[in-house]
């Protein structure tokens, strides 16, 4: 049995954005800023996007702005709030220890041009609360950027609060929502949100294109320049296929969010009693406030990488967090930022379920996964040297 349970890496083309794509590669294949008729064809097919887009997030379709993906809206918002707050003298950044790369990297890069950056910790259950961001919030603080839900352990941040704090100090607010739209309510007005990032193959849409939300008056900088396309806010011909996909499974996400909603967290809350029966075992992020989908846990005594790789061949397909960082042999900065130790960190699992998983499926992980793991201590000396009381355990 094959079984996808990485849909927090990337999901499935829904049937709805696979069809909304096809006519934009034979029939409506006009650039939408040419003035011809094939040209104003696609811009009418582009505004329909952005319209569609703009009413699932609860924006304006003047404040949608098409990216590439989730990275290059974080990017840019970011980007855009230190070289406004630059010109203002200031230069304090406030976001969180668990933060996706794609933020943790742009602020990176802007601490080595000058700036101060609070990176807040999360705690065991991988969450700040708006009193936090009050607390560091300070008279040169030009951005706070806090993720919607984090990616790895997929804890749900409490994004309204900190939104109100920051409309009440005057502080541009950014969230990357990436793992959070099309799984979870997301509303920009009523969540006090300034600049929010997403991706479209997250949410059954293609590879390749996202959204920067922007709020109508907050200041953008170009990050990529050229032609005068999304309102001279990102050069280059839009991806009017890949917009298309975004917008209709975007829509479909949002139609049945709340039936999905409930079927996917029951299968969630299933996995999640049955993996943690397993012994000396640990589920990461917060158990209430949680992604529908997410299911990340520790195994004490076993090394994620060959349980991901035993996984796979009983057809489970899984990852141990962020496919972004897969490549890198350290733990996961998520992991070690809730406080776990090196060595816990490095026996991580995470199990991300979607509108297509069945409970079939789940009964299949729930037989694999503890076999592995008992395969996989049953050849680790460390774990021997635990069971016989040689090394404590931890968990």
Same mark, same amino acid.
């Given at each position: 049995?094959?079984?996808?349970?990485?849909?927090?890496?990337?999901?499935?083309?829904?049937?709805?954005?696979?069809?909304?794509?096809?006519?934009?590669?034979?029939?409506? @294949?006009?650039?939408?800023?040419?003035?011809?008729?094939?040209?104003?064809?696609?811009?009418?097919?582009?505004?329909?996007?952005?319209?569609?887009?703009?009413?699932?997030?609860?924006?304006?379709?003047?404040?949608?702005?098409?990216?590439?993906?989730?990275?290059?809206?974080?990017?840019?918002?970011?980007?855009?709030?230190?070289?406004?707050?630059?010109?203002?003298?200031?230069?304090?950044? $406030?976001?969180?220890?668990?933060?996706?790369?794609?933020?943790?990297?742009?602020?990176?890069?802007?601490?080595?041009?000058?700036?101060?950056?609070?990176?807040?910790?999360?705690?065991?259950?991988?969450?700040?609360?708006?009193?936090?961001?009050?607390?560091?919030?300070?008279?040169?603080?030009?951005?706070?950027?806090?993720?919607?839900?984090?990616?790895?352990?997929?804890?749900?941040?409490?994004?309204?609060?900190?939104?109100?704090?920051?409309?009440?100090?005057?502080?541009?607010?950014?969230?990357?929502?990436?793992?959070?739209?099309?799984?979870?309510?997301?509303?920009?007005?009523?969540?006090?949100?300034?600049?929010?990032?997403?991706?479209?193959?997250?949410?059954?849409?293609?590879?390749?294109?996202?959204?920067? @939300?922007?709020?109508?008056?907050?200041?953008?900088?170009?990050?990529?320049?050229?032609?005068?396309?999304?309102?001279?806010?990102?050069?280059?011909?839009?991806?009017?296929?890949?917009?298309?996909?975004?917008?209709?499974?975007?829509?479909?996400?949002?139609?049945?969010?709340?039936?999905?909603?409930?079927?996917?967290?029951?299968?969630?809350?299933?996995?999640?009693?049955?993996?943690?029966?397993?012994?000396?075992?640990?589920?990461?992020?917060?158990?209430?406030?949680?992604?529908?989908?997410?299911?990340?846990?520790?195994?004490?005594? $076993?090394?994620?990488?060959?349980?991901?790789?035993?996984?796979?061949?009983?057809?489970?397909?899984?990852?141990?967090?962020?496919?972004?960082?897969?490549?890198?042999?350290?733990?996961?900065?998520?992991?070690?930022?809730?406080?776990?130790?090196?060595?816990?960190?490095?026996?991580?699992?995470?199990?991300?379920?979607?509108?297509?998983?069945?409970?079939?499926?789940?009964? @299949?992980?729930?037989?694999?996964?503890?076999?592995?793991?008992?395969?996989?201590?049953?050849?680790?000396?460390?774990?021997?040297?635990?069971?016989?009381?040689?090394?404590?355990?931890?968990?």
């Amino acid at each position: 049995m094959q079984v996808y349970l990485d849909n927090a890496s990337t999901t499935k083309m829904s049937r709805a954005a696979i069809e909304a794509m096809l006519p934009f590669y034979d029939e409506i @294949y006009g650039n939408p800023s040419s003035l011809h008729r094939m040209g104003q064809r696609a811009k009418e097919f582009l505004d329909k996007a952005r319209e569609t887009v703009a009413g699932c997030l609860g924006a304006s379709p003047g404040e949608i702005i098409f990216t590439s993906g989730g990275s290059e809206a974080d990017n840019q918002a970011i980007i855009s709030a230190a070289r406004y707050g630059a010109r203002k003298g200031k230069k304090h950044i $406030i976001t969180t220890a668990f933060e996706h790369h794609a933020v943790l990297h742009t602020v990176g890069k802007l601490e080595k041009e000058g700036y101060d950056v609070t990176y807040l910790p999360v705690g065991k259950t991988g969450t700040v609360s708006a009193q936090q961001v009050s607390d560091a919030i300070r008279d040169d603080t030009c951005l706070v950027t806090v993720m919607t839900a984090n990616n790895e352990i997929g804890s749900v941040l409490p994004v309204k609060e900190i939104g109100a704090v920051c409309r009440e100090r005057h502080v541009p607010f950014h969230t990357d929502a990436v793992q959070a739209v099309g799984h979870i309510p997301v509303n920009v007005a009523e969540m006090n949100i300034d600049m929010l990032s997403l991706s479209a193959h997250k949410f059954h849409g293609p590879k390749g294109v996202g959204v920067l @939300y922007a709020k109508k008056g907050v200041p953008l900088s170009n990050i990529i320049e050229g032609g005068a396309q999304e309102k001279g806010k990102r050069a280059g011909t839009e991806n009017l296929a890949g917009i298309a996909g975004l917008a209709a499974a975007l829509s479909e996400a949002c139609a049945g969010l709340a039936g999905n909603m409930e079927r996917i967290s029951r299968l969630r809350d299933k996995l999640i009693a049955g993996l943690g029966s397993i012994p000396h075992s640990v589920l990461n992020g917060d158990r209430v406030n949680r992604l529908p989908g997410n299911v990340h846990f520790c195994f004490e005594g $076993i090394e994620g990488e060959s349980l991901l790789l035993l996984l796979d061949e009983y057809g489970v397909e899984a990852s141990s967090g962020s496919a972004c960082t897969s490549g890198s042999l350290d733990p996961s900065h998520v992991l070690l930022a809730i406080g776990h130790p090196h060595e816990i960190a490095h026996g991580s699992l995470r199990l991300t379920l979607s509108e297509y998983t069945t409970e079939e499926e789940i009964d @299949y992980a729930l037989q694999a996964v503890p076999k592995v793991v008992e395969r996989l201590r049953g050849f680790s000396p460390v774990w021997r040297d635990k069971v016989n009381g040689i090394k404590p355990f931890i968990l």
